[in-house]
């Protein structure tokens, strides 16, 4: 793209995007994946041979366009001209077979059905000899120029080009499909921007978003996608976040607000302080999440991957023991009707209907999900998510907003409420933890931090601070009685943070955390989806737990309890036979949710440390949307297994009906190509409801 100028007014209206103008596709070099039969280092080459049957279609890589980092330019006509030959080519190959059904000349006819099969079979010949100089011998190409050039052999001419036209039509036909499925699933997911207003002085420079650093001015116009995260510095719009967060709300934003890559402006423009650059952004991390997806497949997939292996040789051996043993071991059998027969068999060997839609169905619940603002890590946990029985969450962040407030005051030993929030508010200074937040509010002063001369944070108990020259604690009741200190108070509803000055105790702070409003509907939604028990794992005391386990009707809640008893618990109800899903804010949980078959990181966008620990990352806060996911794993379970039937079935169908001699090659054909094109079909669906 070459970077444009635009004089720049403050007020001045939107422009129309450039972005029309540019046409790009993107090109993916390499491909991993964790199948166990590949090493790491194979190329995407290796990966064709290994896994696809050689039709082009089984070793598509479905995130392709989806490649955040290179962005090629190119003209897509070539793609339009390629289909255009193709079209021709099945045109004039269908004259030539119609006119030789018409003509009642045999020899005339037969050079005409030649005609139309080397037409139509074209690219299909030299598909197969490629691979045979490959040494792959069992490819579709190969099995169908070999099951219509027996057909040709045994005077079928008819057959021979009738086989070559249909599968022409049905391979169009399969691109178009495979091409959709790519298209709706690069819409899915339509975030990443083009371009930047890049502002230099009066200018704007209209730049690829990768050349923008942080600290810059971008301007963003009606219309257009967010670049690059950052700061407003002036202007007020509304934003559309669905794209990232699922949400049809529009959110409001002002001077001060931050804003992340990938949704777009509404109404007004908006001068922009850029934060990350375009590699860390938001739009970027998204992206990449999605496909590094397809490297982690579901067990499904990769069952079918083995089974593909063997599948096609063992029909390719059924087929040749069709052609040969029945005309030499049964009397009166005619050769050519059993060779036939055993042709039939070569054209349904191949098992690119259920190599290329079960990813496809897999990935189409990923990309789902994406467009709900829920981050699927791979194949591998929507299949877990089917089996989950049991949900677990970590209280704060999730069933609660996670910003506490203040709600009470208690002194002890001639302590002031001013001197206690005082020492409250530096001892937890250096603390970015929600409480400790809520303190620093309370407090409300600035703070002197050069009055701080230590600071250590005690994981699961709180802090032990030095603030002029005193000795300070500030944390739970299990720190007073680690250090020796009596405590009279008796804990109320909330959390209470408790303060000692030099070994003599102060009194405590008493901070609330809120339920969410939508946390109230998540157990019933779990409950309809199966699973059997909702628990709740918290640091409180056992009055604030059961309180909030009771208005939420949680069946179990663990209270009291450190970071590292957390995930002792957690190992208590893991089992072989279920699936475990935890639930935490993605920041401070990450040992339970790296334990958890499935782990939920909510309200985690921007933050590494939940698209680290997490298997599945939800870009809102809002708890309901792990009952989606489980919805959304359960159709995608669906939807494969009825290609596995369908696809099978229609299959077993053919080949019974070919050993009696009671199927034709067209029936073949379909139950090739034409199951390939109805499962790619059905795989989609989820992408569309």
Sequence with gaps: M??????????MKAAVSPAKAVKTVVRVDAKKTDD????????????????SCGCGHCSIDFTEELNPEEVVEENLLDTEESLNVKITRIGVGALAFVAGLVFRDRVFAVYLYLTAY???????????????????LLDENFLMVVASAGAIIIGEY??????????????????MAVDNSRKSIKALLNIKPDYANLEHGSHLDIVKPNRVKIGDIIV?????????????????????????????????????????????????ILRVRVSKTFGESTALKI??????????????????????????????????VIAVVPSLAMYGAITRDWIYRGLIFLVVSCPCALVLSIPLAYFGGIGAASKRGILVKGGNYLEALVNADRVIF????????????????????????????????????????????????????NIDKNAISAHEELSGFGIKAVVNDRQVLVGNEKLMVESGIDIDINEENGTSVHIAVDNEYRGCIEVEDNIKE???????????????EVIMLTGDNEKTAGRIAGKLKLDRYHAGLLPGDKLDILRKYLNKTTSTIAVGDGINDAPLLAGADVGFAMGALGSDAAVEAADIVLMTDEPFKIVESIGIARKTRTIVWQNIVFALGIKGLVMVLSTFGLAQMYQAIFADVGVAIIAVMNSTRIMKN
Excluded at 36 to 51: G, I, Q
Excluded at 158 to 175: K, N, T, W
């Design 518 to 532: 939508s946390s109230y509907n998540v157990v019933d939604g779990l409950k309809k989806k199966g699973i059997k």
């Design 394 to 445: 970590d209280k704060t962040g999730t069933l609660t907003e996670g910003r506490f407030t203040v709600t009470k005051i208690r002194t002890e030993n001639g302590s002031t409420e001013e001197e206690l929030v005082y020492y409250g508010a530096y001892g937890e200074y250096y603390s970015n933890h929600p409480i400790a937040e809520s303190i620093k509010k309370k407090y409300g002063k």
């Design 118 to 136: 080397f037409i139509l079979g074209y690219e299909v010949i030299m598909k197969a000899f490629a691979n045979i100089r490959r040494g792959d």
């Design 36 to 51: 166990p039969c590949c090493d790491d280092d194979y190329n995407k080459k290796t990966f064709e041979e290994h896994h």
């Design 220 to 268: 963003v116009k009606p219309g257009e996608k967010v670049p690059l995260d950052g700061v407003v510095v002036e202007g007020q719009s509304s934003l559309d976040t669905s794209a990232l967060t699922g949400e049809s709300m529009p959110q409001d934003v002002a001077a001060d607000d931050e804003i992340l890559a990938g949704a777009v402006n509404i109404s007004g």
């Design 287 to 320: 992206l990449k999440m999605v496909q590094e997806a397809s490297n982690r497949k579901a067990r499904m997939e990769n069952f079918i991957t083995k089974f593909a292996k063997y599948y096609t040789p063992a029909v390719v051996g059924a087929a040749a």
């Design 158 to 175: 008819p057959e021979a080009a009738g086989v070559m036209l249909f599968y022409s039509i049905g391979e169009y036909l399969q691109d």
């Design 2 to 11: 070459v970077d444009k100028k635009v004089k720049y007014k403050k007020g």
